[in-house]
């Protein structure tokens, strides 16, 4: 007994033969895909793209010492990796979360601690983070809402820029209040020193700059009002130890207006925003046109998979009888 096979033209034949039943299969599923298309839930997705800036561009000592020409403008991979690592800190997702209204419109609190679970297990779906070739750095939003999604999106952006920016400006901010006691201390005792020099002075009568620390100190004639002696090594060694504390204060003066330059709100943004998020007009996924065309071809070949195997059986029973 021979094993019945089809050939090319046999399988065109079979297919010509049961073409009405494969129409009505290819119609079947165009109208299921059609049903599919209307009656699923319309997304919409809003994306923004951002380059981030190099931070020790706005550090002290490339803006107070000069730019070297080999620093780029532009942040290297590994500080893409940190930005993409804080889209996903809790912190930025809390942020973003109660600085919107995306809890509220989904009728959650962000008291309940289920309620944050569930919050943040929905806006971690919803947001897609990636990076291009190029070091761009796209954020994506969907939602049902276009103007929602294209609002998270931006709010997203900000919140990364403003919590990035405020770890390098703590850092700054942390030293320019160590500074700034220690001025405070230091001119504090300046001012007990200014003070007794003062009142030595008009006891002794010892007017003239005697301090051996000064280089532009000239011999001159002292003339005291009676014995000079003590009163003269005591303000040698104040005025020494006040000259040095005033040297000192001069450069903490002069690191305070380096670490406070370029920490305010607006001032030396680390993301450079290439394109905000819009609102979106076409929904996600495929369109109408697309959709039917593909339940066409996916009726259509299931409906020659079932005509050619159908036949193929019916010609073995055939021939084992």
Known sequence: MSTPHFDLVDIVQTIRKRFKF??????IAAVIGLIFHFSRKREFTAKAQFFVSNPLMSDRNTLYGGVDSRMDYFGDEDDVDRVLALAEADTVIMRVLSETDYAHEHDKDLIDAKNIHDMKEMYMSH???KRTAYTLVEVEFTDKDAQ?????????????????RAFYNTRR??????????????????????DTLAK??????IYELISPNRVNMVT?????????GMDLEVLQNIEAIKDQLVID?????????QYSTGTGKMELELFQVISKARQPIVPKGP????????????????????VLIATYYKVIVAVER
């Open 127 to 129: 947001m897609n983070i």
């Open 249 to 257: 204060q001069t450069r903490i003066s002069s690191l305070l207006q």
């Open 287 to 306: 369109g109408g046109a697309l959709t039917l065309i593909m339940s066409c071809l996916i009726g259509f070949f299931f409906a020659c998979m079932y």
């Open 173 to 194: 901010t942390n030293i320019y209040n160590s500074l700034k006691a220690k001025y405070a201390q230091q001119d504090s005792a300046v001012t007990v020193l200014t």
């Open 220 to 228: 001159a004639s002292i003339n005291a009002k009676g014995a000079i």
């Open 22 to 27: 494969v129409l009505i299969v290819t119609c």
């Open 148 to 164: 929602r999604a294209a609002k998270m999106a931006n709010a997203i952006v900000r919140v990364m820029e403003e919590s990035y």
């Open 200 to 205: 030595i002075r008009d006891r002794s009568g």
